[in-house]
């Protein structure tokens, strides 16, 4: 069982922000909170703030960007993030963005494995990196951060189910001048951030519960995302076939004496043969690189 599957939480990005009433929010249905130890060192968050969620039963943990201004990802930050959960006995956040962009499964199996046997989310931009393989995190809950994108929140979700990932249970955006009508408030989901509720967390309260953010039947090792798992074409791709059909029926579409290397030249059936192949080249190139079994 993980507390980001189960419960309502808070992100907290300042101690002394407004986030003192914590018992306010849990009875506005929001059962734990998690504390920005990147701007704020966890001395600063043991002063207030943890005793009161340890009087109330609330778990708090901390959550980290685990790069700086560089966007490259750093390991001692994610270090730094478990060393404190540790510490405190407690859940934990993994806050990766941009630094993840481009790093196959690199940072993916590093913060899998660095978590290991805790309860552990990545907090992450709202669509998943195609380029990054995100597999290795199956069994790590994702926060997609659906920040004034409640429309979208469906298709999301079914993105990182697609990637390989189990669970995903959005983060809705409360500043900016977003409310909470712009999203389905429907349990359990947290919140970015608490601080910038202004002291209103009633309003944000659950509408509804039993959001199901998990599924069973993920892409194993190689998911590629997308509305649907993808499939190879093959060689019986049909584009030839139908092409000579419609030249067939249509000689004009086709120039029999057109350049090779000059498109200019070419019939409208020509262009469109060239295309199609390519297009489904590339797919099944692509597709072979990701490792999918067709």
């Known amino acids: 069982m993980s507390v980001f599957t189960e419960t309502c939480f808070l992100f907290l990005r300042d101690p002394r922000g407004g986030v003192e009433d914590l018992d306010r929010m849990l009875a506005a249905g929001f059962g734990a909170v998690f504390c920005n130890i990147g701007d704020h060192a966890p001395a600063e968050w043991e002063k207030v703030i943890r005793p009161r969620a ?19 990802f750093l390991p001692s930050k994610l270090t730094e993030l478990v060393a404190c959960a540790d510490r405190w006995g407690s859940p934990l956040i993994v806050n990766s963005e941009a630094e993840l962009k481009g790093t196959d499964d690199q940072w993916t199996t590093l913060i899998a494995d660095t978590v290991a046997g805790r309860d552990a989310a990545l907090s992450m931009e709202p669509q998943p990196f195609a380029d990054v393989a995100w597999w290795p995190l199956r069994d790590v809950p994702v926060l997609p951060q659906v920040f004034g994108l409640g429309d979208d929140l469906a298709w999301f979700v079914d993105q990182w189910h697609a990637y390989g990932v189990r669970c995903v249970f959005p ?8 409310t909470p009508a712009d999203y389905d408030l429907t349990a359990p989901y947290s919140l970015y951030t608490a601080d910038d509720c202004g002291g209103n967390f009633a309003a944000w309260s659950p509408r509804a519960y039993g959001f199901q953010g998990c599924v069973d039947d993920v892409p194993d ?43 200019a030249t070419w019939g409208a059936y020509d262009k469109l043969r060239r295309s199609l192949t390519i297009l489904v080249a590339d797919h099944d190139e692509q597709l072979k690189a990701a490792g999918d079994d067709a």
């Open 171 to 178: 983060t809705f955006g409360t500043y900016s001048g977003w």
């Open 221 to 263: 090792g190689g998911g590629n995302g997308g509305d649907a798992l993808m499939q190879a074409i093959g060689t019986q791709h049909g584009v030839d076939a139908a092409i000579d059909r419609l030249i067939k029926l249509d000689p004009g579409g086709s120039k029999p004496n057109r350049n090779p290397d000059d498109l």
């Open 54 to 72: 340890q009087a109330l039963g609330m778990p708090c943990g901390p959550w980290l960007r685990t790069t700086d201004n560089s966007n490259v």
